[in-house]
């Protein structure tokens, strides 16, 4: 030992190499520290997000068929008949009648209840007959029906007990009832709150993880203890600015939380656990060895690699130089992960393709930095039109894509659309030339009904957008529409 440590006093040389190799031991724990956390972060991540979505599909799944049934009730030429003869047939007979209807149905989905609101009386029936005439006045509980209506909503949902039942807490599905814009009341059917409960039990379990559902405040209304129900159909919140997603670390805990428009609350997954910690000990003993053996390799090829790595990174950029929005890979590689994925076959997207219409005339007109400011204020404009959680990119010149995810309801693509062909036209003008107007042509494709890959949905797409081009420009059209005209 004294001769090792004189070694190292009286030569230089293998004194640096000492405190070199003392340095890199030290680095190498503390690398080993740094890279557990790392990685059991996005071990953490990964997972919650995995269980998130599973259990956000299959709650959705939950709720969208009974709020679909309760859609073709609304529809049913049968019951609009009997809503608007109500006051011309025998009470007891109507009655009746309605009972069967609805008990036909609860039977048939194995609901808790369904019902039927009439506009002009009140009465509330079921399948048992007219069990009540909602009168806030005598029961605050009835504030229900005309907060329900004060929201503007088709439908919607909430959780409450269902009073005619022992109070069991269940999931109302409310839908307006309506023929020719006149309200004749509304439809609506109880689940019961197991069916959503129940799966975040099963999903705690399974995965060791927090779930629950909050109001928009933050409390909370649901979880794997049972249901903390309190006045929240009362005032009903469905509004756009929570439909986001969000993420966040809090004292080592991974939340993930979204909005349920249907249900107007959030859904909260929280994860504290992750599998990696027994890891700790050979990714420390294998650092350590790393140093020893690779200490001189990494010298010598840290610049070639980091050389290497600067030109991939430039490579894997997919942001259009110019609008700043996605460019035609980052388009292809973004969309190709939501579509390839089978889960999202459920949850369904819409892809738009936008030509500004006469973009060569501008150019040639008004002049190329013109064009290009122009392309840029219509990027900005497009990126405000779409949710965050969108994909909006440039596809070239004056071509651009957004891909929507869970936007597949007819009437909401109809309206964007309008929307889109209303807000991004624009004005271009110098003093020489004088102003032009200038308008969209869109052309619409929906996941997946008109292609499950990203090459089909732009072929179908694509295919709307000519048929626009041809017919005039400044509209748009489905590319649905296009197969039933063949």
């Known amino acids: 030992m004294k001769r090792l440590l004189a070694l190292i006093r009286d030569n230089r040389l293998v004194r640096l190499n000492f405190i070199m190799v003392v340095v890199a031991l030290c680095f190498s724990i503390l690398i080993s520290f740094f890279s557990l956390h790392y990685v059991t972060m996005k071990d953490r991540e990964q997972n919650t997000s995995l269980v998130f979505q599973t259990l956000y599909t299959s709650i959705h799944n939950a709720l969208e068929a009974p709020a679909q049934v309760t859609k073709t009730m609304s529809n049913d030429s049968f019951l609009q008949k009997m809503m608007q003869a109500e006051d011309s047939m025998d009470p007891k007979v109507f009655?009746?009648?309605?009972?069967?209807?609805?008990?036909?149905?609860?039977?048939?989905?194995?609901?808790?209840?369904?019902?039927?609101?009439?506009?002009?009386?009140?009465?509330?029936?079921?399948?048992?007959?007219?069990?009540?005439?909602?009168?806030?006045?005598?029961?605050?509980?009835?504030?229900?029906?005309?907060?329900?209506?004060?929201?503007g909503m088709e439908y919607g949902a909430d959780m409450s007990y269902d009073q005619q039942h022992?109070?069991?807490?269940?999931?109302?599905?409310?839908?307006?009832?309506?023929?020719?814009?006149?309200?004749?009341?509304l439809t609506g059917c109880a689940i019961y709150?197991?069916?959503?409960?129940?799966?975040?039990?099963?999903?705690?379990?399974?995965?060791?993880?927090?779930?629950?559902?909050?109001?928009?405040?933050?409390?909370?209304?649901?979880?794997?203890?049972g249901?903390?129900?309190?006045?929240?159909y009362l005032a009903r919140s469905y509004q756009n600015e929570y439909v986001d997603r969000s993420?966040?670390?809090?004292?080592?805990?991974?939340?993930?939380?979204?909005?349920?428009?249907?249900?107007?609350?959030?859904?909260?997954?929280e994860n504290s656990q992750h599998v990696l910690s027994r890891l700790f000990m050979p990714i420390l003993v294998l650092n350590i060895l790393y140093v020893f053996i690779f200490a001189i390799i990494i010298t010598v090829v840290n610049h070639t690699y980091f050389q290497n790595e600067k030109s991939e990174l430039r490579r894997k950029v997919?942001?259009?130089?110019?609008t700043k929005v996605s460019n035609v890979d980052g388009l292809e590689h973004n969309i190709s992960a939501f579509v390839e994925d089978e889960a999202n076959y459920g949850i369904g997207a819409t892809l738009f393709i936008l030509d500004i219409d006469h973009f060569k005339q501008i150019n040639d007109t008004f002049g190329h930095t013109q064009g290009d400011e122009l392309l840029i204020r219509f990027a900005h404009a497009l990126t405000k039109s779409f949710r965050g959680g969108d994909i909006i990119g440039r596809l070239g010149g004056d071509e651009f894509m957004v891909f929507s995810p869970t936007m597949t309801e007819r009437e909401a693509i109809e309206r964007k659309a309008i929307e889109l062909n209303k807000n991004l036209c624009d004005y271009i003008c110098d003093d020489e030339h004088g102003t032009i107007q200038t308008t969209v042509s869109i052309g619409?494709?929906?996941?997946?009904a008109d292609g499950l890959s990203y090459r089909d949905l732009y072929k179908s797409a694509d295919a709307a957008l000519y048929y626009v081009k041809e017919h005039g420009r400044n509209g748009h059209c489905y590319c649905g529409d296009l197969k039933r005209k063949e």
Request: aromatic share 14%; proline share 3%.
């Open 318 to 322: 997919r942001t259009d130089y110019l």
């Open 444 to 448: 619409i494709a929906i996941f997946p």
């Open 95 to 151: 009655e009746r009648e309605i009972a069967t209807y609805l008990g036909n149905l609860q039977a048939a989905h194995q609901w808790e209840t369904a019902y039927v609101v009439s506009a002009k009386t009140l009465h509330y029936y079921t399948s048992e007959g007219m069990v009540k005439t909602l009168d806030e006045t005598k029961d605050p509980y009835d504030l229900w029906y005309q907060n329900f209506l004060n929201t």
């Open 247 to 269: 993420s966040e670390y809090h004292n080592g805990t991974y939340t993930i939380r979204q909005y349920i428009p249907l249900l107007g609350m959030y859904l909260v997954v």
């Open 166 to 185: 022992n109070n069991i807490p269940s999931i109302y599905i409310d839908r307006r009832l309506e023929v020719d814009g006149k309200l004749l009341g």
């Open 227 to 232: 249901a903390t129900i309190t006045t929240s």
């Open 193 to 225: 709150l197991t069916d959503v409960s129940d799966l975040l039990t099963r999903y705690s379990k399974e995965y060791d993880v927090n779930v629950y559902f909050t109001d928009v405040d933050g409390n909370v209304t649901l979880d794997k203890t």
